[in-house]
């Protein structure tokens, strides 16, 4: 062999993503493409499809990234809800990319991550919205669906008494998806700041309301995760990248503090489907310039690995009730956090619970069965890439020994939070409404709606 030719052959690795911004069926070739080299640790599916047909793939990596093993945490990225803020398409292949050249070449680090983590990628929730996206730094076409609708916008709010009466294709995908995996922690990518923002993107001025953030039960666990985001990037954290925005103190910010929004996805995910979820705002231009990609993404690429890491935070296990059978929907909360809806244990029995260091009161129901009430101590998950584990063994309540143990019934489970039956609903119907928003913030919302 030549020396020539040998160097070519080193300069030119068996596949390399470029960098560039693909076609929505580009993507779909992609993914399709890794699904099938990968058989051992890739599952490519779609969780539906848009108004002009488009399927929503999903790729899924991990050991064993087809179906859920218990133990296992469930994580996932969206990127792309707003077809114009496209930055995230191009990080998230780059991720798969990333991911599936370091299993394959035995790095110890992403042996550990896919060996207890399944990771799912959906590299545009609004492949229509890009299809009719201008390449403009800050308008907003191309931000909406093909029925015009700022998907954002478009989820069930738990604070406000207004009823989502359509539920976007996108939207309702993304719903349905909630249902059929257990998500722990997700982030939602956007472009037009650089900021991690966490929730509560809405209020309606009841106790969240702290000071002018919308503060959740999780508080503590958001703001941390919002800095191993800010932090681990190259300079987010120093918080004023962005000409038009306010300097954002340690790159982060309460959603609400920045600027209210009604129906977004972050808020819907940690109320109705116990996910932690962030929005990382990455890019201060919506559409960066194709040669700034490769810089772009070794900006993020520490970022997004440390903070998938992160859903190795807390505690994990089962709750078994009196006879050793895992039950669905024992309520697991820990003291101090007040959900808007309880924490509820999967059909596995599963419940996983982010918490940083320190030490826990649990309580956990189960109808006819004793209140269980443990402390549990929390060491720091993941270094370790797992959490605590710990099952709950539930006792049978004495007077009912004998008798056919009852499930828990419709009326047993609290009716406005009882996820799966709100999932299914397809509206806010079921909401822990507490009131209207104002009028005043209404307005707030038109007025900002357009800066993520
Ligand atoms: C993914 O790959 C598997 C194994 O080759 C194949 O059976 C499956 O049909 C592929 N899925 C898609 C959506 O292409
Ligand atoms: C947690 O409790 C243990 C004793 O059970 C104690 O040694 C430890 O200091 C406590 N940790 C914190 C952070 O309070
Ligand atoms: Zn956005």
Same mark, same amino acid.
């Given at each position: 062999?030549?020396?020539? #030719?040998?160097?070519? *052959? $080193? =300069?030119?690795?068996?596949?390399? /993503?470029?960098?560039? !911004?693909? &076609? %929505?069926?580009?993507?779909?070739?992609?993914?399709?493409?890794?699904?099938?080299?990968?058989?051992?640790?890739?599952?490519?599916?779609?969780?539906?499809?848009?108004?002009?047909?488009?399927?929503?793939?999903?790729?899924?990596?991990?050991?064993?990234?087809?179906?859920?093993?218990?133990?296992?945490?469930?994580?996932?990225?969206?990127?792309?809800?707003?077809?114009?803020?496209? #930055?995230?398409?191009? *990080? $998230? =292949?780059?991720?798969?990319?990333? /991911?599936?050249?370091? !299993?394959? &070449? %035995?790095?110890?680090?992403?042996?550990?991550?896919?060996?207890?983590?399944?990771?799912?990628?959906?590299?545009?929730?609004?492949?229509?919205?890009?299809?009719?996206?201008?390449?403009?730094?800050?308008?907003?076409?191309?931000?909406?669906?093909?029925?015009?609708?700022?998907?954002?916008?478009?989820?069930?709010?738990?604070?406000?008494?207004?009823?989502?009466?359509?539920?976007?294709?996108?939207?309702?995908?993304?719903?349905?998806?909630?249902?059929?995996?257990?998500?722990?922690?997700?982030? %939602?990518?956007?472009?037009?700041?650089?900021?991690?923002?966490?929730?509560?993107?809405?209020?309606?001025?009841?106790?969240?309301?702290?000071?002018?953030?919308?503060?959740?039960?999780?508080?503590?666990?958001?703001?941390?995760?919002?800095?191993?985001?800010?932090?681990?990037?190259?300079?987010?954290?120093?918080?004023?990248?962005?000409?038009?925005?306010?300097?954002?103190?340690?790159?982060?910010?309460?959603?609400?503090?920045?600027?209210?929004?009604?129906?977004?996805?972050?808020?819907?995910?940690?109320?109705?489907?116990?996910?932690?979820?962030?929005?990382?705002?990455?890019?201060?231009?919506?559409?960066?310039?194709?040669?700034?990609?490769?810089?772009?993404?070794?900006?993020?690429?520490?970022?997004?690995?440390?903070?998938?890491?992160?859903?190795?935070?807390?505690?994990?296990?089962?709750?078994?009730?009196?006879?050793?059978?895992?039950?669905?929907?024992?309520?697991?909360?820990?003291?101090?956090?007040?959900?808007?809806?309880?924490?509820?244990?999967?059909?596995?029995?599963?419940?996983?619970?982010?918490?940083?260091?320190?030490?826990?009161?649990?309580?956990?129901?189960?109808?006819?069965?004793?209140?269980?009430?443990?402390?549990?101590?929390?060491?720091?998950?993941?270094?370790?890439?797992?959490?605590?584990?710990?099952?709950?063994?539930?006792?049978?309540?004495?007077?009912?020994?004998?008798?056919?143990?009852?499930?828990?019934?419709?009326?047993?489970?609290?009716?406005?939070?009882?996820?799966?039956?709100?999932?299914?609903?397809?509206?806010?119907?079921?909401?822990?409404?507490?009131?209207?928003?104002?009028?005043?913030?209404?307005?707030?919302?038109?007025?900002?709606?357009?800066?993520?």
């Amino acid at each position: 062999m030549s020396s020539s #030719l040998l160097f070519l *052959l $080193l =300069l030119a690795p068996a596949s390399t /993503l470029e960098f560039r !911004y693909h &076609s %929505n069926g580009e993507i779909q070739q992609y993914l399709m493409q890794v699904n099938a080299s990968n058989p051992d640790i890739a599952h490519l599916y779609s969780i539906g499809t848009t108004g002009r047909g488009q399927q929503l793939w999903v790729l899924a990596l991990g050991v064993s990234a087809r179906r859920h093993t218990v133990g296992v945490p469930e994580f996932k990225y969206v990127a792309n809800m707003h077809g114009n803020e496209v #930055l995230g398409r191009v *990080l $998230l =292949l780059q991720l798969v990319e990333d /991911l599936v050249r370091g !299993y394959r &070449s %035995n790095e110890a680090w992403t042996l550990r991550l896919l060996g207890g983590t399944r990771v799912h990628v959906l590299p545009t929730m609004n492949p229509d919205g890009f299809d009719d996206a201008d390449t403009d730094c800050v308008f907003s076409q191309g931000r909406f669906n093909s029925n015009g609708a700022d998907l954002n916008r478009g989820f069930p709010d738990a604070f406000a008494a207004l009823r989502q009466q359509n539920v976007e294709p996108e939207v309702r995908a993304v719903i349905d998806w909630l249902k059929t995996e257990t998500f722990v922690l997700s982030a %939602n990518l956007h472009g037009g700041a650089l900021v991690a923002s966490y929730p509560y993107d809405n209020s309606n001025g009841g106790p969240e309301l702290v000071g002018r953030a919308s503060i959740t039960p999780d508080d503590d666990v958001f703001v941390h995760l919002a800095k191993v985001y800010s932090y681990s990037h190259a300079w987010m954290s120093r918080g004023d990248m962005c000409k038009e925005n306010r300097p954002f103190q340690d790159g982060i910010i309460n959603g609400y503090q920045w600027y209210p929004l009604q129906g977004g996805m972050q808020d819907f995910n940690y109320v109705w489907a116990q996910c932690l979820e962030l929005t990382l705002e990455l890019s201060c231009c919506k559409f960066p310039p194709p040669e700034e990609l490769p810089a772009l993404w070794m900006d993020n690429k520490k970022a997004l690995l440390a903070y998938i890491q992160q859903v190795h935070l807390g505690v994990k296990g089962r709750v078994f009730d009196g006879s050793g059978v895992p039950v669905e929907n024992a309520v697991v909360e820990v003291g101090g956090r007040q959900d808007l809806c309880p924490f509820r244990t999967n059909q596995y029995g599963e419940y996983y619970r982010l918490l940083l260091p320190g030490n826990y009161t649990f309580t956990v129901e189960y109808p006819d069965h004793e209140v269980l009430t443990e402390t549990i101590n929390v060491p720091y998950g993941p270094d370790r890439f797992s959490a605590k584990r710990h099952d709950f063994l539930l006792r049978r309540l004495a007077s009912l020994t004998g008798l056919a143990p009852a499930k828990p019934t419709q009326a047993d489970l609290t009716p406005t939070c009882n996820h799966r039956s709100t999932l299914e609903g397809g509206g806010a119907r079921a909401a822990p409404t507490r009131g209207l928003l104002t009028v005043g913030l209404s307005f707030l919302v038109v007025l900002r709606s357009l800066a993520d």
